[in-house]
Structures are given as structure tokens and as C-alpha cells.
């Protein structure tokens, strides 16, 4: 956790907001979020997998500045009951927050903000730079090994452990056909050279096994 808090003190200061005891207790709350014992797949874990990437290619960015603080707080609401993209407005809604609080300019408080409502939907415009990198990071998990995927899967699916599985299955087969129509998963050509196929691979095979027979949550 003290390696994350750096990196959260020093998205910050890149920001434009003031090197303070405030930074910190404020990466310590929303590590907090994503420790909640509710999530099984939105945790640290992924936070980190999202960072890592994020700064192996923070070059492909505009502001990678942003993009990591658009990381850390993009799923920093999680509620699985709710509907829609109200997490992502949510989380939005946190993100203006803390940061204006912290000092960090409105104009990049706004990005960061904009960064994270795209996360809803993964759809990114053609010449956004931080858009593409986040959403890339945010859906790398698609492209792992079948193994690693399917972990992905069943911490989804305990994620959603209150609904039932008929309601389960039709409403992520939904997700999973949204995600396939996009045009592309991956805007970024380092990134979409590597994981496009992979991904598409792994969401097709989800999407047969929801319609076979049911399995309980893990």
C-alpha cells in the first residue's frame, strides 16, 4: 500500500495540487473504496494492473498525469446494485471533488472527471489520447490467458452474487454483446496489435458459456 500511496502523491503533485498531508489521507480513503469486502474483481488488484499499464505507455497520453488520476478514482464508487452508470457519475462526482479540494486546477479536474465518465461505456473518440489510454487499461483484463479470464468472470459473477443467475446471464451477455460491437476494444495500436483477438476470443467464449447450463456463483 505505500508503494500505491506514492504513486497517488505523485499523480497529484503532476496535477498541480499542493504537496500536503491532505494528498495523502485522501489516497488512504480511496484505497479504503477499494478495499470494500463487497468487490471481488474492482480491488487493488485491478487498480494496479490499470496503473501499470498506464505508466508503461504513459508516453501514448496527453496528460498521463490525468489518466492515473482518472485510474485511481474511475471505479472509486462501486456499488453493484446500482443502476446504470450511476457508479461512473459517482465516481465522477468523488473525483471533482477530492481533487478541487487538493488543489488541482479545475481545467485538469475536468479532465479527470470527463476520463472517468467514459469508463461507462468505453467509447472513445478518435483523437482522444487520454481517453484511449485508460479505457485500454481499464479493459486490459479481456485479453489474458482463458485462465486468467475466466477468474475475471467468476469475481464478476460473485460481484453480482445477489442476483439471480437467469438475470445474471441475460444481463451480462448484454455487456458482453455491447462490448463486441464496439469497433474496437483497444484504440491504442501498441496495445490493439497485442489484445484485440485475444479479447474478442475470450468475450465470445463467455457469451456461449452464458448460454449453457447454470452454475452457482464461486
Known sequence: MADLLDRWRAAV???????????????????????????????????????????????????????????????????PRAPGDTNERDS??????????????????????RLVLLTAGHAVGPRDRNGALLCDADLAVLAGPPAAYDRYAAAIRREYAHVPESAFRTGRATVLTGLLALPALFR?????????????GNLRRELAALSGPPTDPV
Open 188 to 200: 491504442l495500436p501498441p496495445l490493439a496489435d497485442r489484445w484485440e483477438q485475444p479479447a474478442r
Open 13 to 79: 503533485r503532476d496535477a498541480g495540487a499542493r504537496p500536503d498531508e491532505r494528498s495523502t489521507q485522501a489516497g488512504k480513503e480511496l484505497l479504503a473504496r477499494w478495499r470494500e469486502p463487497h468487490r471481488h474483481y474492482h480491488t487493488v488488484t485491478h487498480l494496479s494492473v490499470v496503473l501499470d499499464v498506464v505508466d508503461r505507455h504513459a508516453a501514448l497520453a496527453d496528460r498521463p498525469d490525468l489518466v492515473r488520476l482518472a485510474a485511481w478514482c474511475h471505479d472509486a464508487v462501486y456499488d
Open 92 to 113: 465522477a462526482a468523488l473525483a471533482g471533488n477530492l481533487l478541487t479540494g487538493l488543489g488541482v486546477p479545475a481545467p485538469a479536474v475536468a479532465e479527470v472527471c
